[in-house]
């Protein structure tokens, strides 16, 4: 996820909780976003997007004994230049081994089994140099037929966009099925709200239970959600990040 620096000129209203067309959003069923038998995709960026863009929907279709493929692209490792406390040392002991992620998706209810996870070891911030490669690496790992799972080519974040536009090339090549799940998006001001593409969003519903483990997972990411006050270093996730989490629903564009 993005430091939350970059966040603090985003003051309230924000699209999230004020653009009027949340409420019109057609609903959605799980049931038809994935038809039976098919597999589901989730492309991360960055560690905890999976949990930040659809950790109701990894519940969901958990539930449904759904394949999953789960592909973290990155590892998170350039989140905390300076820190004394995140050094590189800890960083290598929490990020190449993911017990942040891990820890995550137990507390989403998943269960090891429950789905296949490859990670792909490209650079953080960078995202936009390996463009091509990384479409190749995604692709390789899909089949006709899947339902891919993406942050959305226009986010706001370069890593995001990156890995929506290299997602949907490879699902096109490959014949898959690509959907994409806005994150950052959701933070810019109210007056951005015509650059959604309110005709693609679809609403799937999330009961309480699921929307509570979706936040309790995020908190498994200690690393940034903790800032550092003595060094001056922000939380990686700020808070209206975990306050839009509440919201009892994602939104996929189709």
């Given at each position: 996820?993005?430091?939350a620096s970059r966040?603090?000129?985003r003051?309230?209203p924000?699209?999230?909780?004020?653009a009027?067309?949340?409420a019109?959003?057609?609903?959605?069923?799980?049931q038809?976003?994935?038809?039976?038998g098919?597999?589901a995709?989730i492309?991360a960026?960055?560690?905890?997007?999976?949990?930040g863009a659809?950790g109701?929907?990894?519940?969901l279709?958990s539930?449904l004994?759904h394949p999953m493929?789960?592909i973290?692209?990155?590892?998170?490792?350039?989140?905390?230049?300076?820190?004394?406390?995140?050094n590189?040392?800890?960083l290598?002991?929490?990020?190449?081994?993911?017990q942040e992620s891990v820890d995550a998706?137990h507390?989403l209810?998943?269960?090891p089994n429950?789905?296949?996870w490859?990670?792909g070891?490209f650079p953080?911030k960078?995202l936009?140099e390996h463009?091509?490669?990384?479409?190749?690496?995604?692709?390789?790992h899909?089949r006709?037929?899947?339902?891919?799972?993406?942050?959305?080519?226009?986010?706001?974040?370069s890593d995001?966009?990156?890995?929506g536009?290299a997602?949907?090339?490879a699902?096109?090549?490959?014949g898959?099925?690509?959907?994409?799940?806005p994150v950052w998006?959701?933070?810019w001001?109210?007056?951005?709200?015509?650059?959604i593409p309110w005709?693609?969003?679809?609403?799937?519903?999330?009961?309480v239970?699921?929307t509570?483990r979706k936040?309790?997972a995020?908190?498994a990411y200690?690393?940034q959600?903790?800032?550092?006050?003595?060094?001056?270093i922000a939380?990686?996730?700020?808070?209206?990040?975990l306050d839009?989490?509440?919201?009892p629903?994602?939104?996929v564009?189709?």
């Open positions: 996820m993005k430091p966040l603090q000129r003051q309230h924000q699209i999230w909780n004020s009027p067309q949340l019109d959003i057609p609903i959605i069923s799980t038809t976003l994935i038809s039976a098919s597999r995709v492309l960026p960055h560690p905890g997007d999976e949990v659809c109701g929907l990894l519940q279709l539930n004994d493929l789960l973290s692209v990155t590892d998170g490792s350039l989140g905390h230049p300076g820190s004394p406390l995140w590189d040392e800890r290598r002991t929490f990020r190449p081994h993911p998706l507390r209810g998943v269960p429950g789905l296949q490859v990670r070891g953080e960078s936009a463009e091509e490669p990384l479409a190749a690496f995604i692709g390789h899909l006709p037929g899947d339902v891919v799972f993406s942050t959305w080519r226009q986010d706001g974040d995001h966009d990156t890995v536009r997602g949907a090339l699902a096109e090549v490959i898959a099925v690509f959907n994409e799940l998006a959701w933070h001001p109210l007056r951005e709200q015509k650059r005709h693609r969003a679809r609403k799937l519903r999330l009961d239970w699921t509570a936040r309790h995020m908190h200690s690393s959600l903790n800032g550092e006050p003595a060094s001056g939380p990686l996730v700020p808070r209206v990040i839009r989490m509440g919201m629903y994602e939104i564009f189709i």
